[in-house]
């Protein structure tokens, strides 16, 4: 088995590659890139990710179900955890339907993120304003170095995955194939909307195994995320 041990992302602003390190069990220990550190620690059905983060620490509470996938989410950003942002996770099996977000500044305030899917693959992703649309290669099983599997892991500098996306730390989209292309349709400030159409490209080791994929927005320069692997 094969596990990634290095994200590297050549067109990241900080330049900086994401190392990852698993305890005796395979689950993920720690998360370092650069100066931004999260350690994990589990206990039942509760994962504590303590976070460090451009000089700010962040307290991350997960809550998982026996699928192993994430149903809520509580993100402390002070010692007594009194500003805070809470996510719940709803699904359909384990294909993730809605994510609710609560922001303690903002309790009234209804963010919702809501997924739909198609012969099981994320078919789409909108936050009532932004949709994201998924195309799939259906001859090719998803792994690691998907570029879904990436955005959730490191997260991405480009504005083209809606913010929820990024940055969990926590593999919560379990598709059946691996992504090819994803075509945002983003509402502009005089509701308007501009479309944009990324394509991925993957490269294989003679394991099958992703070793880089290239990412094509548009005309923007294109974006290569390259990965190293610990197997046993």
């Known amino acids: 088995m094969c596990r990634p041990i290095v994200i590297t992302d050549r067109g990241d602003t900080y330049g900086i590659a994401l190392n990852m390190y698993y305890n005796a069990a395979g689950q993920i220990q720690s998360i370092i890139a650069g100066e931004d550190m999260r350690n994990f620690s589990y206990t039942g059905a509760t994962i504590i990710a303590a976070r460090r983060m451009q000089g700010m620490n962040v307290k991350e509470i997960y809550e998982m179900n026996n699928s192993g996938l994430p149903v809520s989410l509580r993100k402390e950003y002070n010692a007594s955890g009194s500003n ?25 305030r209804d963010l919702k993120y809501i997924y739909s899917w198609e012969n099981g693959n994320l078919y789409s992703l909108t936050d009532r304003r ?29 504005s083209t995955y809606i913010d929820q996306m990024l940055e969990m730390g926590m593999p919560y989209i379990r598709n059946k194939n691996m992504v090819r292309k994803m075509t945002g349709v983003y509402r502009l400030l005089d509701d308007n909307y501009h479309t944009a159409v990324t394509e991925y490209e993957y490269l294989f080791d003679d394991k099958g195994k992703v070793v880089t994929v290239t990412a094509q927005r548009d005309n923007d320069p294109a974006q290569t995320t390259t990965l190293q692997y610990e197997c046993n």
Do not use: C
């Not at 384990?94 to 994510?99: F, H, K, S």
């Not at 799939?136 to 490191?154: C, E, H, L, S």
């Open 84 to 108: 805070w942002i809470n996510y719940q996770f709803a699904y359909n099996g384990t294909e993730i339907t809605e994510i609710s977000i609560t922001i303690y500044s903002e309790p009234a």
């Open 130 to 158: 932004d949709t994201l649309y998924f195309e799939y290669d259906t001859d090719k099983a998803f792994q690691p170095g998907d570029a879904v599997y990436n955005a959730m892991i490191r997260g991405t500098r480009e």
